[in-house]
């Protein structure tokens, strides 16, 4: 028969359980999570689950167990049992091995506190390819829904917590939108009278504010954009909150906790800041600077307009995707659903920008 697995098609004989798959595939099944047509299947089901012809897994491989810490195995006897006993700062537990198998602690050594350790140590949280961040971070982009689903079947250890991961999406944002070249979160005075629908009537609540503190509107301005530049990173976290309220409504039938709809939109609006802002509008300035300085033909197009059509493309295909994977929607119910969600991420984007609007005029 044959399975898809991981996009690729492969061969295997008839009559295979999950369990058996893992094993041929060589992994070691606590380090493996598998997901068959869209739904996750728990370990404790491996053994009875058979695979038919034409089924699709996505197989994820933890290689160090999936934490930033060294998971402990046969493999290494000599290094754990070697060791003297020593007492757990953390839990207290007494052990002769180098991790503590209760919490994962490292046994101290004098040379942790070199500055190569220091470093090496807290780098390698971060930057080793089986970090959580990475982890996280590649399934965010490459599986669609898997976070969200994968946290509300209880399997977290592996992965960011969604609030971990939607601030270090959110920072991530925030260090690279100045060389967009787009506005983005951060609308400026200039921006916020000129371009938004409510322009008019923010233009009407400047120039009163103006009066009333009695300042030159070149100062109001420089006070306004700096408090833009504060506030809009932790107000993010209201886009989440109004998402949450429409994606509650949209799957009102299933009857779930608020939290679960609230998780799935902390993965989805991560992923639109970088994808949107950084991937597609960051990535069409560099492509038109280059353009630029090539001296090549810029075709004449309305580019605000057009990448829109692209981002809302984007975001269509990715929340079908994940909305299937987590809500169990139908292909054309999901299509629908996340149609709606991108469509208000306009919507929610003003709705932002006006309540961020008001809080730098009245602090400016």
């Known amino acids: ?129 089986d970090s959580k961040i990475f982890i996280s971070f590649r399934l965010l982009f490459t599986r669609p829904g898997f976070l969200t689903a994968e946290y509300l079947r209880g399997c977290r250890k592996p992965y960011l917590h969604p609030l971990q991961l939607f601030f270090i999406a959110n920072l991530i944002y925030f260090m690279l939108q100045p060389y967009t070249g787009w506005s983005g979160l951060r609308t400026t005075l200039n921006v916020q009278t000129q371009a938004m629908p409510y322009s008019n009537m923010a233009s009407q609540m400047v120039a009163a504010r103006v009066a009333a503190k009695g300042m030159t509107m070149e100062a109001f301005t420089h006070s306004f954009d700096h408090v833009i530049d504060i506030e809009a990173r932790s107000l993010v976290v209201l886009m989440v909150l109004l998402y949450t309220l429409l994606l509650a409504v949209l799957e009102w039938r ?75 929607d139908s292909m054309a119910l999901a299509v629908l659903k996340a149609f709606i969600l991108a469509m208000a991420l306009h919507y929610v984007l003003n709705v932002y920008r006006f309540v961020l609007f008001l809080i730098a005029l009245y602090a400016a």
């Not at 739904?39 to 996505?58: A, C, H, Q, Y």
């Not at 919490?103 to 140590?121: I, N, V």
């Not at 075709?299 to 079908?320: E, K, T």
């Open 1 to 129: 028969m044959q399975l898809h697995i991981n996009g690729e098609q492969k061969e295997f004989s008839d009559g295979l359980t999950v369990a058996a798959l893992v094993a041929q595939l060589g992994m070691k099944p606590d380090r493996v999570a598998v997901e068959l047509n869209l739904e996750i299947v728990p370990r404790t089901t491996w053994e009875s689950v058979t695979l038919k012809n034409g089924d699709k897994l996505e197989v994820v491989h933890f290689v160090g167990g999936g934490s930033g810490t060294k998971a402990i195995s046969s493999e290494e006897p000599a290094e754990d049992t070697t060791r003297s006993d020593w007492e757990c700062p953390t839990c207290g537990a007494y052990v002769n091995r180098l991790f503590c198998p209760d919490c994962g602690e490292k046994k101290f050594e004098k040379s942790d506190l070199s500055l190569h350790h220091f470093f090496h140590h807290a780098l390698g949280e971060f930057f080793h390819f």
């Open 254 to 328: 299933k009857r779930t906790y608020i939290g679960q709809h609230l998780v799935f939109c902390l993965h989805f609006t991560a992923f639109w800041l970088i994808t949107v802002f950084i991937g597609i509008y960051g990535g069409s300035y560099w492509v038109m600077r280059a353009a630029i300085s090539a001296q090549a033909a810029i075709p004449s197009l309305n580019w605000d307009r057009d990448l829109f059509g692209i981002a809302l493309a984007v975001m269509v295909a990715y929340g079908a995707r994940a909305l299937q994977r987590v809500y169990h």
